[in-house]
């Protein structure tokens, strides 16, 4: 990765760890679990080793995919 994109990456995941949130590295998310009135609720990820992990959020769940570090503009109006 680029100095941009690891800038960017471990901003997110401090603000998150700080936040109490956890990562998990390694992890792919399978399916997301919703209560009776639809609402997100956790998920299940496969690890790296082939197991399963199943997370519980109070706060909510974030799924994410791609990133701006390719738009160098953007990436230095965000980080400044």
């Known amino acids: 990765t680029s100095s941009v994109q ?3 990456l471990n901003n997110l995941v401090q603000t998150g760890v700080d936040r109490g949130g ?3 590295w390694g ?3 399978q ?3 919703v209560s009776d009135d639809g609402r997100v609720t956790g998920a299940i990820g496969k690890k ?3 197991t399963y992990l199943r ?3 109070s706060k909510g769940v974030i799924v994410a995919a791609g990133d701006y570090s390719g738009n160098t503009e ?3 109006d965000l980080l400044e």
């Open 6 to 8: 690891e800038k960017i």
């Open 22 to 24: 956890t990562v998990h």
């Open 27 to 29: 992890t792919t998310a």
């Open 31 to 33: 399916y997301l679990t």
């Open 48 to 50: 790296s080793d082939g």
């Open 55 to 57: 997370v519980t959020a």
């Open 74 to 76: 953007m990436a230095h």
